[in-house]
């Protein structure tokens, strides 16, 4: 069974930085564009940073210059390297894997990631 599991939410302070990590069990990995999405309260969810099999990233505007999305194919790892949080930035983060179309799309449950003083 396929899953995705994401860690390193939590509440940091404006300004502040924090990083997200995902482990996928998912085989052939490296296939994956990895991505990270967001969802705010009463906002759809959101692309926040993807990045493809050949690493290349694309992200939101909102948090280009801040954020940093990254892959470890070994460890079947992928990271958000989150810095100069504002309050925009409170949502559930959500960890994807999208092999379509050889392979399937895939969700983790999500971590909150809070920014406020």
């Known amino acids: 069974q396929v899953q995705l599991v994401e860690s390193g939410g939590g509440l940091v302070q404006p300004g502040g930085s924090l990083r997200l990590s995902c482990a996928a069990s998912?085989?052939?990995?490296?296939?994956?564009?990895m991505g990270w999405y967001r969802q705010a309260p009463g906002k759809q969810r959101e692309l926040v940073a993807s990045i493809t099999r050949d690493e290349r990233t694309d992200y939101a505007d909102s948090v280009k210059g801040r954020f940093t999305i990254s892959r470890d194919n070994a460890k079947k790892m992928t990271y958000l390297q989150m810095n100069s949080l504002n309050p925009e930035d409170t949502a559930v983060y959500y960890c994807?894997?999208?092999?379509?179309?050889?392979?399937?799309?895939?969700w983790g449950q999500g971590t909150q990631v809070t920014v406020s003083s």
């Open positions: 998912v085989s052939a990995f490296s296939f994956y564009t």
């Open positions: 994807n894997a999208d092999g379509r179309p050889l392979f399937r799309n895939y």
